[in-house]
C-alpha cells in the first residue's frame, strides 16, 4: 500500500513564520515546507532584521515582540500570497519604513481591502502604483488597535493577518467581517494563536483578539492537505489503487483534508484514521454537484479527474478560485477543452460532462502550481500529457513530478 510523504503544509508554516517572529523567545518550526513560497518568507523576515536559523528539518526564529530589528527593508515577496499579505502586516507593529514588492503575478493579485483596513487602524500604507496593489510602503510606528470592518470576501488571508495582528496592539483587535471565503483557514490561523498563548473570543461575525503578545514555542507543522488531494485523486481514479496519508487524520488543522469526502461522495473508499488517511479506488467514479466555497484549493483537482466520472460534475461557489496565481476556474476550462471535454462555465461555477478525445495533451500551466498538480492527476489516465512549465510546482512542492513519477509505478500505470 502506497504510504505517501507529503510535504509540510504551505498555510501552516507561513502561518507559523509570522508567529514566531511575533513571539517573545525562540521557536523551532520542526518539518516546514520548503518551498519557493515559504524560502520567501523566512528570506522576508531575514530583511526585516530577524534571525532564521535553518537546517533540513527545523527552522528557528528568533522571536521580536516590539517588530523589525530594522529601521529601514526593502522586501521581495516573490510570488507568495501569504508573504505579500503577511509580511507587510507584520511590520506595521513596529516602527521604521518598509517596502515591499512582488513578482508580475502577484502584483495583480489583489490587496486592497487589508490595505483599507490597516489603514482604518492608522497605518500609514501606501500603493505606489496600482491602488490596492504591490508595491507599496509601510511607515510604521505601531499599531493602537481597536475596531475594524473587514471584507475577506476574496480571501480569507485578509482576515488571517488582522487576526495574526492583533495581539502585536497596544489595545488588542475588534474584527467585524462582512464576508468571509475559505473560513477553515481562518479555523487554522485560530489552533494555531492558541498553540503560541493568545485565545481569540468570536461572537457570529465579530473576532475578538486580546493584546499581550504570543509566547514562544516548538511547533510541528502537519503535511500540506491541499497537496495531499493530487495523490489521493489519484488512488481515486485507478480501481483498486490505494493512496495512505500519514500524518493527516482525524485531528488535523486544515480543512482541505474535506477534499476525501467529496471522492467519498463519488464513490471511491475513504477511511480518515486518528493520524492517517486512506483513499482506495473501486472502479466507480459518479458525477455529483457540491459547493468547494470552504475547499476551493482543490477545485482544480476535482475538475482535473471528472471527465473520468459516469455523470457530469459542477463545482459551485468558487468565484475566488478566479482571483488565485491565475484564473483557475478559467485555466482549468481552458485545459480541459484541449483534452475534449465538454465544460460550461459561470461566475462561479464550472461543470464537466464525462469524456475526452484531446486535440493536444499540453497543458497550459499558467505559471499556477495546482494547475500542474492537478492535470498530472489526469495523465494518469491520458497518455502523453506534457505541461508548458512543469518547473512552477516548486512554488510548494519541489520535488512533486519525481513523487508523482514514483506514485505511478506504484499504482501500476507504467506497465
Not at 12 to 23: E, G, H, K, P
Not at 209 to 232: C, L, M, N, Q, W
Not at 381 to 402: A, L, N, Q, W, Y
Request: charged residues 25%.
Amino acid at each position: 500500500m502506497p504510504s505517501i510523504d507529503i510535504p509540510g503544509s504551505k498555510s501552516i508554516t507561513a502561518r507559523a513564520l509570522f508567529l514566531a517572529a511575533a513571539a517573545d523567545g525562540v521557536t523551532t518550526l520542526v518539518r516546514p515546507l520548503r518551498s519557493d513560497d515559504t524560502e520567501g518568507f523566512a528570506e522576508g523576515l531575514v530583511r526585516l532584521g530577524y534571525r532564521v536559523g535553518r537546517t533540513p528539518d527545523t527552522w528557528q526564529v528568533d522571536g521580536r515582540p516590539q517588530g523589525p530589528a530594522v529601521a529601514e527593508a526593502d522586501v521581495y515577496c516573490r510570488d507568495g500570497a501569504t508573504t505579500a499579505r503577511f509580511l507587510p502586516t507584520l511590520a506595521a507593529a513596529g516602527h521604521g519604513t518598509y517596502r515591499f514588492d512582488a513578482s508580475e503575478q502577484m502584483r495583480g493579485r489583489p490587496l486592497l481591502p487589508l490595505s483599507r483596513a490597516l489603514r482604518d487602524l492608522g497605518v500609514d500604507l501606501r500603493h505606489e502604483q496600482a491602488e490596492g496593489h504591490h508595491p507599496l510602503t509601510v511607515r510604521a510606528a505601531g499599531v493602537e488597535g481597536g475596531e475594524v470592518v473587514l471584507d475577506a470576501g476574496q480571501s480569507s488571508q485578509y482576515l488571517t493577518a488582522l487576526l495574526l495582528l492583533g495581539p502585536l496592539t497596544r489595545k488588542g483587535l475588534r474584527i467585524r467581517v462582512t464576508d468571509l471565503v475559505s473560513a477553515p483557514y481562518v479555523e487554522i490561523t485560530l489552533a494555531m494563536m492558541r498553540a503560541f498563548g493568545v485565545e481569540v473570543e468570536r461572537e457570529g461575525d465579530v473576532f475578538a483578539v486580546p493584546p499581550g503578545g504570543y509566547r514562544a514555542t516548538t511547533y510541528a507543522i502537519e503535511p500540506d492537505a491541499s497537496t495531499a488531494s493530487y495523490f489521493f485523486a489519484a488512488a481515486a481514479v485507478t480501481p483498486g489503487g490505494e493512496v495512505t496519508v500519514p500524518g493527516l487524520g482525524r485531528g488535523a488543522l486544515q480543512g482541505d483534508l474535506g477534499f476525501v469526502d467529496v471522492l467519498r461522495r463519488m464513490g471511491a473508499d475513504v477511511t480518515v484514521g486518528q493520524d492517517a488517511t486512506t483513499v482506495r479506488g473501486t472502479g466507480e467514479l459518479r458525477g455529483l454537484t457540491v459547493n468547494m466555497r470552504d475547499i476551493s484549493d482543490t477545485m482544480p483537482t476535482l475538475a482535473a479527474i471528472a471527465p473520468f466520472a459516469s455523470g457530469p460534475v459542477r463545482i459551485e461557489d468558487v468565484a475566488n478560485t478566479r482571483v488565485k496565481e491565475c484564473d483557475r476556474l478559467e485555466a482549468c476550462a481552458e485545459n480541459l477543452r484541449r483534452l475534449g471535454a465538454d465544460v460550461t462555465t459561470g461566475p462561479d461555477w464550472i461543470e464537466i460532462r464525462p469524456g475526452l478525445a484531446p486535440h493536444t495533451t499540453e497543458i497550459k500551466s499558467y505559471a499556477d502550481h495546482r494547475v500542474v498538480m492537478s492535470f498530472a492527476v489526469t495523465g494518469l489516465r491520458v497518455p502523453g500529457i506534457s505541461f508548458d512549465d512543469p518547473g512552477c510546482v516548486r512554488k510548494t512542492f519541489p520535488g512533486f513530478h519525481e513523487a508523482f513519477a514514483g506514485l505511478r509505478g506504484l499504482l501500476g500505470h507504467d506497465r
